[in-house]
């Protein structure tokens, strides 16, 4: 209810105004319009003006950020450059040296492989005299056995024989060396008598 009584008492106002308006108060009220546009218009070219300058110093901000970004990644890019251009030198470096200390190793097996064969070869050689030398050694042992045999066997046949015949020469002298030793015997006990010794006594 009240805000229809309300709507109509605005338009009784409204009615009023156009009956009591004149030409001034229209030309006044015209003037008031254009001035209130004008001001309208001026705050709103002030609010465009700090939108702008806001905007601008935006705008500079994040040029500024960007370059400094920019800049930033430059750096990044460089140093990324250097740490790559030292970690491509220090891996040729590396490769070099491992493909050095790789013909070094390859050389010394090689040199450790022919060093075992010569070996190989100069043991086997010295393993082949070593028997042959047994061998003969073991030969040259079985001859000397034998032989020490056999000159063993030669002189124990002289032996024998020379004992034989010293044996024989001993029977066929025995006789005479009896009678011999008997005679001696006789005038040694008859030479005690004469000088008046008994013999049984010595």
Not at 22 to 41: D, F, Q, W, Y
Not at 80 to 97: C, D, F, N, P, T
Request: net charge positive.
């Amino acid at each position: 209810m009240p805000p229809k009584a309300k709507g109509k008492g605005r338009k009784a106002g409204a009615g009023a105004k156009k009956k009591n308006s004149s030409p001034g108060v229209e030309a006044e009220a015209k003037h008031r319009l254009v001035i209130l546009e004008k001001e309208l218009l001026q705050d709103r070219l002030a609010l465009q003006r700090e939108e702008a300058r806001r905007a601008k110093a935006s705008e500079d901000r994040l040029k500024q950020r960007v370059q400094e970004l920019e800049a930033e990644l430059e750096r990044t890019q460089s140093e990324g450059k250097v740490a790559y251009a030292e970690m491509s030198r220090q891996r040729r470096a590396l490769q070099e040296e491992l493909g050095t200390r790789s013909r070094q190793l390859e050389e010394e097996v090689r040199g450790l492989r022919e060093q075992l064969e010569t070996c190989q070869r100069e043991a086997k050689t010295a393993r082949q005299e070593a028997e042959q030398a047994l061998r003969e050694q073991d030969g040259a042992l079985t001859q000397l056995r034998a032989h020490v045999a056999d000159m063993e066997a030669k002189y124990e046949e002289i032996l024998h024989d020379n004992l034989d015949c010293l044996l024989a020469k001993l029977r066929v002298v025995k006789p005479h060396w009896d009678a011999a030793t008997l005679r001696l015997h006789t005038k040694h006990k008859e030479q005690l008598r004469q000088f008046g010794l008994n013999p049984l006594d010595l």
